[in-house]
């Protein structure tokens, strides 16, 4: 299988490795000195633990020097999804599917608009990984979970793709067979996570530990879960017990990628994450006070970095 990973940081480094040692032919899409360290010495992956192992990898900053790939992994942050996806063309084939594992619940229709909808595949990553230098990414285990936009069974090249990612381990993948339910099982948590960590800038140690804070992200969850029932989206009615779960067995030093934004002094994905749960409230008449709380407090912090950016 010929992969590309446009958008190859942490989440796409990791995935993309994986996949790679799997035995797919995989090449990485990115820029700067990532792409530098890339080039000249390979991927090196670090454990949670600290092990490390390199990955030979093939890399560029022009989707053109590929030409056309079974699957793309489209990863980039949700704020440049417009301007890259165009990019996407010299990528694309007869059958060729885009994922994308981008952060948020609207990225699909804008691609669409770029490559076509025939060609758009959605899902979600849950893994917690981070740059830790040039070429250097630390992630635990992946489960991710792809599918077509389309509710239905899995199609030949969502299971051809499951079956390569699972090949080279650290990487569970499943075949989901409504994507809109995939989404957003994740974007509840997510929106949740990152506004609280984010918003107090502390990592699920410290969340934990505090009862306000835990149940401010649960409040947050509710919120989500009962806009994307009133959208018609058929969450369970345990979603949110399960989620909340989750996200305390974390290990206490975990934090979400707005909150390493927020403090790294780069751009946020406040708008597709919070941003679009109060914009998504209105339209359903669902009311969304503790997401617009969130939203007040780092908005300041989304300006103040996108200045800098």
Not at 37 to 65: K, W
Not at 106 to 118: L, M, Q, R, T
Request: one cysteine or more; hydrophobic letters at 45%; proline letters at 4%.
């Amino acid at each position: 299988m010929k992969v590309a990973v446009f958008g190859a940081g942490a989440v796409g480094g990791y995935l993309g490795a994986c996949l790679a040692r799997g035995g797919a032919d995989v090449t990485f899409i990115a820029r700067g000195a990532h792409l530098e360290a890339m080039r000249e010495h390979g991927l090196t992956l670090v454990t949670p633990e600290g092990e490390r192992s390199n990955v030979a990898v093939h890399a560029t900053d022009d989707p053109a020097q590929i030409g056309p790939v079974d699957i793309v992994l489209f990863l980039v942050k949700s704020y440049d999804t417009e301007a890259a996806a165009p990019r996407l063309a010299a990528l694309i084939g007869d059958g060729t599917g885009v994922i994308s594992l981008q952060n948020g619940i609207d990225n699909e229709p804008k691609i669409a608009a770029a490559v076509g909808a025939e060609h758009v595949l959605g899902g979600a990553a849950y893994i917690l990984a981070a740059i830790e230098a040039p070429g250097v990414v630390r992630s635990g285990h992946a489960r991710i979970v792809v599918g077509e936009l389309e509710p239905g069974p899995p199609s030949d090249r969502v299971t051809r793709f499951v079956e390569a990612a699972n090949a080279g381990g650290g990487i569970d993948a499943l075949a989901g067979t409504d994507v809109r339910v995939t989404k957003w099982e994740k974007y509840v948590l997510l929106v949740a996570f990152s506004a609280v960590t984010a918003a107090s800038q502390l990592t699920v140690g410290d969340i934990r530990g505090s009862e306000a804070a835990s149940a401010m992200m649960r409040a947050i969850m509710v919120e989500a879960w009962s806009v994307g029932r009133a959208l018609g989206i058929p969450l369970a009615d345990d979603l949110v017990d399960r989620q909340h779960a989750l996200v305390l067995r974390q290990k206490d030093d975990e934090g979400s990628s707005l909150r390493h934004d927020l403090l790294t002094g780069h751009r946020m994905e406040l708008e597709a994450l919070q941003g679009t749960l109060m914009r998504l409230g209105r339209e359903t008449g669902i009311e969304t006070p503790w997401t617009d709380a969130a939203y007040a407090i780092l908005q300041p912090w989304a300006i103040r970095n996108a200045r800098g950016a």
